[in-house]
């Protein structure tokens, strides 16, 4: 039963954290919303019963694409500007 | 990226070890859990990315550099490729799996039934998982350390023309 509801509560939240890292006009938020919903992914394999794909999406998803986003935003500035 | 301050660094020289001992556990049990070399070799990139994070990029390519990271991710490559053609030598095909029953290096026959798993199975298969670990290692660091790496020497650049 809590199985159920996890798979009801766990895409809502990836939807959510997908829609801040599009909206976000802070880009190292962006960053971080992005890293969330790829944590947030990794859960949602791991209860669909495939942890391989979980473990390779939470070690290259959650830290090293969030380290390459972080670096890349260091070299650049941080807030978009207004269109 | 600069050096950040002292609890971040010792609290990253704490963990650390920690997470390289899990990353290599994910290698070494590729062939009974789930996981194996590209798994194991995230997670232990993931590692080096948290030193690179900590202690800056310049104290990271003093010890460990992209031209060795480079040699590393060819021995890799070219273990993963010697063994597939060792199989071609002492078998019949590409790929065979020449070590398994031989009693030899993870020669066993596994268990038959639900038993709690032997490390010492799959004959070619942890030999493979570790090359592919050190090649993925190797790959996925040197990614971030050069990215980390430009930045800095841009951002010195950028400061030397306003000062």
């Known amino acids: 039963m809590l199985l159920e509801y996890a798979h009801i509560v766990i895409p809502i939240f990836i939807v959510a954290t997908s829609i801040f890292a599009v909206l976000l006009r802070d880009l190292l938020g962006a960053a971080v919303a992005v890293a969330a ?10 209860i669909l019963q495939a942890p391989d794909v979980a473990i390779a999406e939470a070690g290259v ?23 | 990226m600069s050096e950040m301050s002292k609890i971040v ?24 859990t789930p996981g194996g070399g590209f798994q194991g070799g995230a997670i232990v990139a993931s590692a080096c990315a948290l030193l690179l994070v900590a202690y800056g990029s310049m104290w990271t390519m003093r010890r460990i550099g992209e031209k060795r990271l480079s040699v590393f991710e060819s021995i890799g490559a070219f273990f993963f490729i010697a063994l597939a053609l060792l199989g071609l030598f002492f078998g019949a095909v590409f ?27 799959g004959g070619v298969l942890p030999l493979m998982n570790f090359a592919v670990g050190i ?7 040197v990614i971030i350390l050069v990215m980390a790496y430009a930045s800095n020497h841009m951002e010195k650049k950028r400061g030397e023309k306003q000062g």
């Open chain 1, 37 to 46: 919903m790829s944590l947030l992914l990794s859960l949602e394999f791991y």
């Open chain 1, 61 to 83: 998803g959650a830290c090293l694409t969030t380290a390459i986003l972080i670096i890349a935003i260091k070299a650049t500035k941080r807030m978009e500007e207004e269109i």
């Open chain 2, 9 to 32: 660094r010792t609290i990253a020289a704490i963990v650390f070890p920690f997470i390289m001992i899990y990353g290599l556990y994910v290698i070494a049990h590729g062939h009974l």
């Open chain 2, 95 to 121: 790929f065979n799996n020449f070590l398994a029953g031989s009693s030899f290096l993870f020669g066993d026959i596994p268990m038959v039934g639900s038993n709690t798993g032997d490390m010492n199975t």
């Open chain 2, 135 to 141: 090649k993925v290692v190797a790959g996925l660091f």
